[in-house]
């Protein structure tokens, strides 16, 4: 009783690990079909202006944000952050004097992203300095410089930034039709490379039928035929086809070298551009 007992725990526990190991297997082969996802840091600019009726007043302002992304993060500007550059309001000002100020005039009171059913949007709030609102009584001196008052008004323009990731698509360069360009494409099954970027028949590799694997690693590997017509013939030749080399540029995240390795025993590496880019011919 015992030993039969002891065999149907050993069967339960092969049972296990064989089903483990199989929803390992398919999980891979699910992430390796679905490829690995990349992203680029972007930024939202605001420079809106603010206003306030007296020197301590605190104005505040909103900016929706309409990007599409992940990860948004308010990095300007920060509370306690001192603003410059903007312009005095007195209640009677006197039309011979410029009241444009390069100094420090307001302080980020608050700053924050928040959200409602509209989406995110950015919220700053900005105060006046009160060492500035007072500045006559601290010994400023009116014929030398600005001395504002706490009944002056202000206008300043606060920049305002976002930070947030996109996700950007996986390519490599092909030409088009015309051999005129070289164009980003997605995992494509059909793909026109030139050698030296130059469009001559002879350096032509026409691949077709990709079939990639591991598309968006660093490598991704495939097998493909090369066809070549010429001559009144076309050859087909199955090539083994290694992409590497990945720049993430132009907003893309793109490889930038091609490694061919055809069944004649032709071995070669081509060096597809990371962004659109025309081909030309060489000078003669």
């Given at each position: 009783m015992v030993a039969l007992l002891t065999d149907m725990r050993n069967r339960r526990r092969a049972l296990a690990t064989s089903l483990a190991l199989v929803l390992v297997l398919v999980c891979a082969g699910a992430g390796d079909a679905a490829g690995k996802a990349h992203y680029e840091t972007h930024y939202a600019d605001w420079l809106p202006s603010v206003a306030a009726s007296s020197c301590a007043a605190s104005s505040t302002v909103e900016r929706r944000i309409h990007a599409h992304g992940s990860r948004f993060r308010l990095s300007d500007p920060r509370v306690g952050e001192r603003v410059a550059d903007g312009t005095w309001r007195p209640p009677n000002p006197d039309p011979s004097v410029d009241y444009d100020d390069s100094e420090d005039m307001v302080e980020v009171d608050r700053a924050r992203l928040l959200r409602d059913r509209h989406g995110l949007f950015a919220r700053v709030t900005v105060r006046g300095l009160p060492d500035r609102c007072n500045s006559q009584s601290n010994g400023c001196d009116p014929s030398v410089t600005l001395c504002p008052s706490p009944e002056w008004g202000w206008r300043i323009d606060v920049p305002i930034t976002v930070r947030y990731r996109k996700r950007?698509?996986?390519?490599?360069?092909?030409?088009?039709?015309?051999?005129?360009?070289?164009?980003?494409?997605?995992?494509?099954?059909?793909?026109?490379?030139?050698?030296?970027?130059?469009?001559?028949?002879?350096?032509?590799?026409?691949?077709?039928?990709?079939?990639?694997?591991?598309?968006?690693?660093?490598?991704?590997?495939?097998?493909?035929?090369?066809?070549?017509?010429?001559?009144?013939?076309?050859?087909?030749?199955?090539?083994?086809?290694?992409?590497?080399?990945?720049?993430?540029?132009?907003?893309?995240?793109?490889?930038?070298?091609?490694?061919?390795?055809?069944?004649?025993?032709?071995?070669?590496?081509?060096?597809?551009?990371?962004?659109?880019?025309?081909?030309?011919?060489?000078?003669?």
């Open positions: 950007i698509p996986t390519t490599i360069s092909c030409a088009n039709r015309s051999a005129t360009h070289m164009w980003p494409r997605k995992k494509p099954s059909h793909c026109t490379i030139y050698g030296h970027n130059q469009p001559i028949h002879a350096y032509q590799f026409d691949f077709h039928s990709i079939r990639w694997r591991h598309w968006g690693a660093r490598t991704a590997t495939a097998g493909a035929v090369d066809v070549y017509f010429g001559m009144g013939v076309t050859i087909r030749t199955p090539a083994n086809l290694t992409a590497s080399r990945p720049r993430t540029t132009c907003g893309h995240y793109a490889y930038t070298r091609l490694h061919v390795a055809q069944s004649n025993g032709f071995r070669g590496t081509l060096r597809p551009p990371a962004c659109d880019r025309p081909l030309e011919f060489p000078p003669f």
